[in-house]
């Protein structure tokens, strides 16, 4: 709000948390001149609203929320805002998972082709609202989308990207059917001259080409097939393919991140890039030195011969399976945190297979123990201990890890039960694991 502040706007900052649990933010905005209504969200702020603006996760359901939508009161975001005032080319990208990372690839590759005119945001780090005023027509903005925001858009970007679909945010969009339509309107305002990114081995992302308007670009680890455009894998060698033009890009080996998962997103950040027009070379150098995103699949320390990952950004089963995967060795897993209503049948199969030990704790812990007794694992080949929080989890975890094993913070649950959020529960995590002697 502090742009749309300094523009002549009159901005009013409601939230739920009291004037002193927000001592700190109010103190940093003292300069602007802002309305504050804390403590709740009283329905009579709406007699003098143009617009309401909701931040990430806030349901539509929300009395105010509602209240605004039958008085017709347009609902926005920062983002949308942002859209509406952006001077340059824009490319967005959303997905249920691995957005974070072909964000930040495409980001990396936008920095090597433009320098500091590429401005990398939206869900991840900075809003870009707060540079709009320095980008020049000739610069780049890419942006991390998130469903929510999503929702309230009437603007696509000029290079939108999805990268697929899966069960996520249930407790927020309610059906599957609703939390599709909202990742879809990054689509639905794009003109025949813009560009369209699908996920070609993800179902929910491939169902819906027909909504491409301007260019359809895919990715996929599988050839494709004749007619489509985009980057594939063959024989251990990334490609891209764009009508008669054909582009060996790079060896599948020179990737530094683990796991398959991590190769469909270097393939969905040059289909990205393609898109966008960045040179080879940019792109290229984007991918050869990077290591992986802080909180994702990210490597801590080697104690008594066991390798320690934190991967608290896993806050959904759908990430862990992804996680499980990426590693040979045997796996030492904690997992718990706060559930997101989704299903963990699948992550547990997976885990009854593959995983030497699990550690449960935090609020899903129950759940979890549950599902694995619905499923009739008894027999696990796994032992399951249970504690309260992560710091115990951390000492369990010590104690049953051997020479060999990889050592495992994948939660599949969010980290409201115990943290302010996942870089929070990460950046603890790690401090435990490195007081461990």
Known sequence: GVVVALHGAHVTLSDMRSADELRLVRETLAEVQIDWALGG????LLDTTDVLCLSGGIPLTLPIVAAAVARGIPLS????IFMEVVPCKTIGITGSAGKTTTTTLVGRMAKNAYGDRAFIGGNIGDPLLNYVDEMKPAD????ELSSFQLEQMTISPNVAAILNITPNHL????????YTAAKARILAFQSKADTAILGRDDHGAWNLRDKVQGKLLTFSMHDLDEGMNGTY???GLLNLRDGNAYLPLMLREKILLRGEHNVANVLAAFAIGHAAGFPLDAML?????????????EFVRELHGARWYNDSMASAPERTLAAIRAFDEPIVLMLGGRDKDLPWEELMQLVSERVDHVVLFGEAAEKIQKTVDSLGL?????????????????????EVAEAGDVVLLSPGGTSFDEFKDFADRGERFRTWVQELS
């Open 41 to 44: 969200h009283p329905l009579e």
């Open 285 to 297: 150098e984007a991918i050869e030195d990077f290591h992986g995103v802080a909180h994702r699949l």
């Open 77 to 80: 975001n920062d983002s949308q």
């Open 378 to 398: 008894g027999q696990m080949r796994c032992t399951l201990s249970r504690v309260n929080g992560l710091h115990e989890a951390v000492i369990k975890a010590a």
């Open 233 to 235: 894998l063959h024989e």
């Open 171 to 178: 407790d927020r969009h309610g059906t599957m059917e609703a």
């Open 140 to 143: 780049i903005a890419i942006l």
